[in-house]
């Protein structure tokens, strides 16, 4: 009996150690293995494309010195439009040269630089205008100057009587200063023959039939109009006649202005030359001229711009 119990529970251990052994060593289920994840490998960068050469920023215009020859009655309102044209073309520096039309033209003629050239009146420029070089009474030397095509009537002035402060004589109109030079009772100051205001005043003469040399005493001459006003300005003279630009820039009193019938028209033409280095900018410069922006200052002060 002990024998059969003994054996009973050594088969128990038995199996049961054997069922152990076969528990342990018996694989967990394997987890549903997920899904692997085909991750794409990130796209590859577009290869770098060689840098384009840096295209040089537009370089500036090349700096041009523009040379002006200019009446003298245009001195003012000239410089405060090339001031104003900086900012239209900063790469320009214009250089002015003030004078009466005739010195201008004679410089020109022997040989001065200059690229455009604005005359007091038409005597000057046709004297250098070779499209008039067979007109013996225009341009009696041939001349040749003027870049044909940009010849224009840029402004017209009126010729004014002006006096001085207080005016001392009385003067009150050309008719009275007519009486007065022929009675030798007053001092006119006048420009020169070669002087466009001079010339105008000699036709003012002849309308009221005037003798220039019979009145010799009562007249002083200036080389242009800007010497004419200052001797006015200064009471040197009892009278002058003058443009009425001028007489409005020195501020004189003005008490009478020429009409079309005694002394014609008072035209500015204004030209390129054909020597100029600078055609384009010389070109550009006189169209700006003819613009909005210079015929406001040229009007403020009495001109009347003629090429709008």
């Known amino acids: 009996m002990k024998k059969t119990i003994s054996l009973a529970l050594t ?75 900086r900012s239209v073309a900063p790469n320009v520096t214009l250089v002015c040269n003030f004078d009466s039309s005739g010195t201008l033209k004679t410089q020109i003629a022997e040989g001065a630089d200059c690229d455009l050239f604005i005359s007091a009146a038409p005597k000057q420029m046709n004297q250098l205008d070779g499209s008039l070089a067979t007109d013996k009474d225009k341009n009696p030397d041939g001349l040749d100057f003027v870049l044909q095509g940009t010849r224009c009537n840029l402004l017209e002035n009126k010729v004014t009587l002006v006096v001085p402060e207080g005016n001392p004589k009385g003067v009150a109109s050309y008719e009275q200063l007519a009486q007065l030079l022929q009675s030798g009772d007053v001092l006119l100051a006048m420009g020169n023959s070669d002087v466009p205001v001079g010339q105008y005043t000699q036709k003012i003469f002849a309308y009221y039939a005037i003798d220039e040399s019979a009145v010799a005493s009562c007249l002083t001459y200036g080389g242009n109009v800007k010497e004419v006003t200052a001797q006015v300005s200064e009471a040197a003279a009892d009278c002058g006649i003058v443009y009425a630009t001028d007489a409005f820039s020195a501020g004189l009193t003005v008490v009478d202005e020429a009409t079309a019938e005694m002394c014609g028209q008072v035209i500015y033409p204004a030209a390129v030359l054909n020597t100029t280095k600078h055609e384009s900018e010389a070109k550009a410069f006189l169209d700006y001229l003819k613009g909005a922006d210079a015929s406001a200052i040229f009007e403020s002060v009495g001109f009347t711009t003629l090429s709008k």
Do not use: R
Not at 26 to 55: C, D, F, L, R
């Open 11 to 85: 088969l128990a251990l038995l199996c049961a150690l054997l069922f152990g052994c076969a528990a342990q060593e018996a694989p967990a289920p394997a987890e549903p293995a997920a899904p692997a994840q085909t991750q794409s490998a990130p796209a590859a960068e577009p290869a770098a494309q060689p840098a384009e050469p840096a295209t040089p920023a537009e370089s500036a215009a090349e700096p041009v010195e523009l040379i002006v020859f200019a009446a003298a009655s245009m001195k003012e309102t000239l410089t405060e439009i090339a001031e104003k044209y």
